[in-house]
Structures are given as structure tokens and as C-alpha cells.
């Protein structure tokens, strides 16, 4: 299997981090709509749902923007640090989804596992690849 190029795996870091910002953003101010496909629509908008939602926003705000600075800063190992704590993060998502998958709304623990997933494997190569300088 073939390695991400330099270029591409800071680029996939950069994405993953915006990305990650843009959604935690979002499950701080409007926490149940990202729980809402996860959870489903009563439990995303009860109490515990906002708090959870909020609590994971804060999560996915705070590995974002650490992953954001390091890559700005050109410093490729904190980087690496950030984005496969996120991926860790998001393989964790995947797992907790899976634990509970009879309990969780058909369509939405399916799209849950697979854009978690897929965000834990891209994070997981990004991590891996990026070069000793994150600059490119």
C-alpha cells in the first residue's frame, strides 16, 4: 500500500481539523442536530443530549484548532499529535457506536460508523505521514 504524499497528508490534516472545528462549533450552538442522526431526534433533544452534544463539541473545537496551530506553527509532531488524538477520538465514536448499534437509529449509526471511520483511517495515514516539517 502506497503512503499519502507529504503535500496530501497536510492537506488531509488541514480538511480533517476544519472539519472538526465547523462540527464542534455546531454541537455547541445547536447541539442535537449532530446527535440527532446518532442518538435520534428525542434523545438528541433532551437534556442529555444538548449536554453530551455540547461536551463532545467542545471536544472536536479543542483537537481541531490544536491541530490547526501546530500545523500553522510548522510543527509536524505536535501536529501528528493532535490529528491522531483525533482519530482516536473518532475510532472511539465508531466503537461506542458499534456497542450500542441495536439501540441506535437504523440509517444514522450506519452514517455515524462511516464518516467516523473514515475520519479515523484518514487521520490515522495523515498522522502517520506528515513530513518531519509540516510546511508544503
Same mark, same amino acid.
Given at each position: 500500500?502506497?503512503?499519502?504524499?507529504?503535500? =496530501?497528508?497536510?492537506?488531509?490534516?488541514?480538511?480533517?481539523?476544519?472539519?472538526?472545528?465547523?462540527? /464542534?462549533? *455546531?454541537?455547541?450552538?445547536?447541539?442535537?442536530?449532530?446527535?440527532?442522526? =446518532?442518538? /435520534? $431526534?428525542?434523545?438528541? &433533544?433532551?437534556?442529555? /443530549?444538548?449536554?453530551? &452534544?455540547?461536551?463532545?463539541?467542545?471536544?472536536?473545537?479543542? #483537537? &481541531?484548532? @490544536?491541530?490547526? #496551530?501546530?500545523?500553522?506553527?510548522?510543527?509536524?509532531?505536535?501536529?501528528?499529535? =493532535?490529528?491522531? &488524538?483525533?482519530? #482516536?477520538?473518532? @475510532?472511539?465514536?465508531?466503537?461506542? *457506536?458499534?456497542?450500542?448499534?441495536?439501540?441506535?437509529?437504523? /440509517?444514522?449509526?450506519?452514517?455515524?460508523?462511516?464518516?467516523?471511520?473514515?475520519?479515523?483511517?484518514?487521520? $490515522?495515514?495523515?498522522? *502517520? $505521514? #506528515?513530513?518531519?516539517?509540516?510546511? @508544503?
Amino acid at each position: 500500500m502506497r503512503s499519502m504524499s507529504s503535500q =496530501w497528508s497536510r492537506r488531509c490534516a488541514v480538511l480533517l481539523a476544519v472539519g472538526r472545528v465547523a462540527l /464542534g462549533v *455546531t454541537a455547541v450552538l445547536r447541539p442535537e442536530l449532530p446527535a440527532r442522526p =446518532w442518538v /435520534g $431526534t428525542v434523545e438528541a &433533544g433532551g437534556a442529555a /443530549g444538548r449536554v453530551l &452534544g455540547r461536551a463532545l463539541g467542545g471536544r472536536d473545537i479543542g #483537537l &481541531g484548532l @490544536g491541530a490547526l #496551530l501546530a500545523l500553522r506553527d510548522d510543527q509536524a509532531g505536535p501536529a501528528a499529535s =493532535w490529528v491522531a &488524538g483525533g482519530a #482516536l477520538a473518532d @475510532g472511539v465514536d465508531v466503537l461506542a *457506536t458499534v456497542l450500542s448499534w441495536r439501540a441506535l437509529p437504523p /440509517g444514522g449509526r450506519v452514517a455515524v460508523t462511516a464518516v467516523a471511520g473514515s475520519a479515523a483511517i484518514l487521520g $490515522t495515514l495523515a498522522a *502517520t $505521514t #506528515l513530513p518531519a516539517r509540516a510546511a @508544503g
